[in-house]
């Protein structure tokens, strides 16, 4: 199974010395690739929310790490300030693609380079269709209350969007964050706690009680195929 030692052996031998995370949440792609660059590669983290941030802060402890509070569409940086600059499953979230992959291009250096992944909608198992299931309800409900999250694409409509952005793969492979599917009870039912929460939002809207069906529907299927965070593709393009 692919690993993110792809990316450690792809990297291996660059120098890489400062390092751009959009979109960062928690920071849980940063703990991912710090490995791949090294302790002494200085990471920086962006995202516009402060309860991730401060979860971001507890979670990562590393000196040459830091936190800002800002948007991917208009990054506070010089022009090729970044040996590397990630995007780790929030195309899906962006407003304006174009607009974040083109500041992404104006931050990295010349022969740097954009590593993106992407959670994708094809090539999965019953239990990742079940975290798919999940994930497309929870952008229905954001969606509703104007909240940009749209349904994960395929893998090769990600790689169509980076070529119209002209983002070219160097580098392409799967990767799973989640090794086996989810059974044990404790934690399925904390995934259906979660949906139930999420149709709350929507009772008094038209569509309440399709999706409460869905909601019998992942219950149903969680006991049958358990819950797994469906598969990235992750792509590294080259910047000239």
């Not at 709350?200 to 999706?211: R, S, V």
């Not at 069906?213 to 992750?234: N, Y």
Request: charged share 25%; with cysteine.
């Amino acid at each position: 199974m692919a690993t993110m030692e792809q990316l450690k052996t792809f990297f291996s031998g660059k120098p890489i010395g400062k390092v751009l995370d959009i979109g960062t949440g928690s920071g849980d792609f940063i703990r991912l690739i710090q490995p791949v660059f090294g302790e002494n590669t200085r990471i920086t983290g962006i995202d516009p929310s402060d309860e991730a941030l401060t979860e971001a802060h507890r979670l990562n402890t590393s000196p040459n790490i830091e936190f800002l509070k800002m948007e991917g569409e208009k990054l506070g940086f010089a022009d090729g300030s970044f040996d590397v600059v990630c995007l780790s499953n929030a195309m899906h979230h962006l407003a304006d693609p174009a607009k974040t992959f083109s500041e992404m291009k104006r931050v990295v250096k010349s022969g740097g380079y954009l590593l993106i992944a992407e959670i994708v909608s094809d090539k999965l198992n019953e239990a990742q269709e079940n975290q798919k299931m999940f994930h497309h309800f929870k952008s229905f409900v954001d969606q509703k209350f104007g909240i940009t999250h749209r349904e994960t694409w395929t893998e090769s409509e990600v790689i169509d969007i980076l070529a119209s952005n002209e983002i070219y793969p160097e580098l392409i492979f799967p990767y799973n964050r989640m090794q086996k599917p989810v059974t044990d009870r404790e934690q399925l039912d904390g995934w259906i706690q979660k949906f139930e929460n999420h149709l709350n939002q929507l009772k008094g809207f038209p569509e309440y009680n399709e999706k409460a069906q869905l909601f019998e529907s992942f219950k149903e299927r969680l006991s049958v195929h358990g819950f797994q965070v469906a598969r990235q593709v992750v792509v590294v393009g080259k910047i000239t």
